[in-house]
């Protein structure tokens, strides 16, 4: 099946630092992935979509400046937090979509990086 | 647009009990519908999906979820709950092309021994 990775796991930085985070495609090409934050207990939010070889469309209300996203290859996206604060502090999720018209909309999840903001 | 409907925050069923979650639906498209199963601090997981084709879909671990355009209901079920089964489960919704998917607020299932 289709496999997506991320790294890290868990995350403790400190206040005004940058953090990045990984997301890979393991065993398929991804020309989309997408970019999901967790608060406890609620659903996921997307932050943004993310497409090979341009740039990130993100959602209303997140600033891209502050979560940039690259998506430098078919298999790699990665978001970093910059200048994190507390209230960064959440569970970041990324997910890609597999290609092709047999599984329209299809997605696939990666674990997920626990991010806490001292 | 889309939205998601889950009814119910947390539902709780007895071990060898019938599982039912319920979602519904809104979507100015045929929509694909999705369940995907959370277990604490992991990813999501796909449960199933109905993209076109036959209403009821068959999943992993013994999952079934029907779609009635009717109703507007993609409703999940399992005919015998395990403890395994316990977790946050969501209802999601895309369109054709590359929008995104469209979560419910999750519910979550409790399996008492």
């Known amino acids: 099946g289709a496999v997506v990775s991320q790294h890290p796991s868990r995350v403790i930085c400190k206040s005004g630092t940058s953090v990045k985070i990984e997301c890979r495609s393991l065993d398929f090409q991804a020309t989309t992935m997408f970019w999901y934050r967790q608060f406890p207990k609620q659903s996921l939010m997307l932050m943004a979509t993310?497409?090979?070889?341009?740039?990130?469309?993100?959602e209303q209300g997140v600033e891209k400046d502050k979560f940039l996203i690259n998506h430098a290859s078919l298999t790699l996206s990665t978001l970093t937090v910059t200048s994190a604060h507390p209230e960064d502090s959440s569970f970041y999720i990324c997910s890609a979509r597999l290609p092709g018209p047999s599984v329209p909309g299809t997605q696939y999840f990666g674990p997920g990086t626990r991010l806490t903001v001292l | 647009a889309q939205s998601v409907t889950q009814l119910g925050s947390h539902v709780s069923v007895s071990e060898g009990a019938l599982v039912l979650l319920r979602c519904n639906y809104s979507?100015?498209?045929?929509?694909?519908l999705f369940w995907y199963v959370q277990y604490p601090n992991q990813g999501l997981q796909l449960l199933l999906k109905y993209t076109t084709g036959a209403t009821l879909v068959k999943g992993i671990n013994g999952f079934e979820a029907e779609f009635k355009k009717s109703e507007t209901s993609f409703h999940l079920t399992k005919p015998s709950a395990h403890m395994s089964d316990a977790a946050e489960y969501f209802c999601a919704v895309s369109g054709s092309g590359n929008t995104p998917l469209v979560f419910g607020k999750g519910t979550r299932l409790s399996v008492i021994a």
């Open positions: 993310s497409n090979e070889g341009s740039k990130a469309t993100y």
């Open positions: 979507s100015s498209v045929p929509p694909y």
